[in-house]
């Protein structure tokens, strides 16, 4: 019999936890579901758990988490009202040596936990979702999207929810010149700043 389709964010969590839908859940430490109110008017979706959410349970608590942090604190919104997830819910890695490095996940991965995805979207029902990077805006969309040709744009999802695809943040920690990492830091607020212009809007 297949199980129950989880109606509260807790269950969901522990459903999660039980994910054997894609290989990753066998080497990462645990599963890292995504977190914020039960009801959200904007989720915002980023890649995969990082080694430090891997560990913490928590997503975007590492160094990505803190320019996130920044970011949505110079945008003039709240983390604590926004659901924050992933489109992928465990750290996929590669060991080098003693370290584990990020490994992006693949195409059969995103496809097979936008099943997860689509449960949170049922239950906290956003106005608009903010995809982070690339691997968020093919989840969503389905599709390969260039980030520079669709940034901050005002898109629709199949099921009317709006989305604005940007910038994932740990892109812009790899960013080696301090003036042109300002500059993106810019842009990337920017973006945040428009979707929250176009909460309410809908
Ligand atoms: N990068 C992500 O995409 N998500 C996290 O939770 C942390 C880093």
């Not at 903010?130 to 669709?150: E, F």
């Not at 300002?182 to 309410?200: I, K, M, P, T």
Request: glycine share 8%.
């Amino acid at each position: 019999m297949s199980n129950p389709v989880p109606h509260t964010l807790a269950a969901l969590r522990r459903a999660e936890a039980q994910c054997t839908r894609c290989p990753l859940y066998r080497n990462a430490t645990q599963v890292v579901p995504g977190e914020g109110p039960q009801r959200a008017s904007l989720m915002m979706v980023g890649e995969q758990p990082g080694n430090d959410e891997d560990l913490a349970g928590h997503p975007f608590v590492g160094p990505a988490g803190r320019i996130l942090d920044r970011a949505i604190g110079d945008a003039g919104l709240e983390r604590s009202s926004i659901f924050v997830t992933n489109a992928v819910k465990h750290f996929k890695f590669e060991i080098r040596g003693k370290r584990r490095l990020h490994k992006r996940p693949d195409a059969y991965e995103i496809g097979r936990c936008k099943w997860w995805n689509d449960l949170e979207r049922r239950l906290v029902k956003p106005e608009l979702i903010v995809a982070l990077g690339a691997t968020a805006a093919r989840s969503l969309t389905g599709k390969s999207v260039v980030i520079q040709n669709v940034r901050g744009v005002l898109l629709t999802l199949d099921d009317g929810v709006r989305l604005v695809i940007t910038a994932h943040p740990s892109s812009l920690l790899r960013i080696p010149d301090h003036i042109d990492r300002q500059r993106q830091y810019g842009a990337f607020v920017e973006d945040l700043r428009r979707s929250a212009a176009y909460l309410g809007t809908g």
